[in-house]
């Protein structure tokens, strides 16, 4: 493999720079403490996720699953993470110019393969892309029956959001019953 040349050097760090506005990309989640979560955060989870449950997902490439996950909210490093419940119009077409923009810096052949993974993941159509996307809606719900929401968060809204990608297996669909028990709970609390 020959070595990058100092111009594409300087083009991966200038994509690593970018990228690393993520770690200030603010979700509408909260940490136990209180404090919101970052994207960065939220994706280092669902990687963590899908590193343990590797062993129990017959039939999926677990390191094609992990990249699935590290890009899948790329995009949002450009103009932010828009919470569920507001968006409006086409997301994943707003997000991939966003992930365009991102990556321009990059390389072409590292551009193409980064890309062609948030493609397949907002397709869903191999394993790995839905179940990337049923380990997104789980490590959501689950982060807001952990995390220290503010006044007024409607939790019982975890009950329904992203149900469709969380049923599509087995596991996680096992996984998320304890998180919607929790998630009674704390509605039951919340509304009495």
Known sequence: MAEPSSGDI??????FR????????????HTRLGRRESTAEHSWRL??????????LD???TGRLIEL??????????????????????????????????????????????L?????YTSMETPEARLAKGLDRLETVLQHTQGQ????????????????????????AALRAPVDAETERLAREQAG
Request: glycine share 8%; with cysteine.
């Open 10 to 15: 300087d083009r991966y760090l200038a994509f």
């Open 18 to 29: 970018a990228a690393e506005a993520l770690k200030d990309t603010m979700r509408s989640g």
């Open 47 to 56: 990687c963590l996720m899908a590193l343990a449950l590797g062993p129990e």
């Open 59 to 61: 039939g999926i490439d």
């Open 69 to 114: 996950l590290i890009v899948h909210d790329l995009g949002e490093a450009v103009r932010g993470d828009i919470p569920a419940p507001e968006q409006t119009g086409d997301k994943n077409e707003e997000e991939r110019r966003d992930l365009l923009a991102l990556l321009a810096p990059l390389p072409e052949p590292a551009r193409a393969r980064i």
């Open 116 to 120: 062609a993974l948030w493609d397949e």
């Open 149 to 172: 929401n503010p006044a007024g968060f409607d939790i019982g809204w975890n009950l329904t959001y992203g149900r469709a990608h969380t049923d599509a297996h087995p596991l996680i």
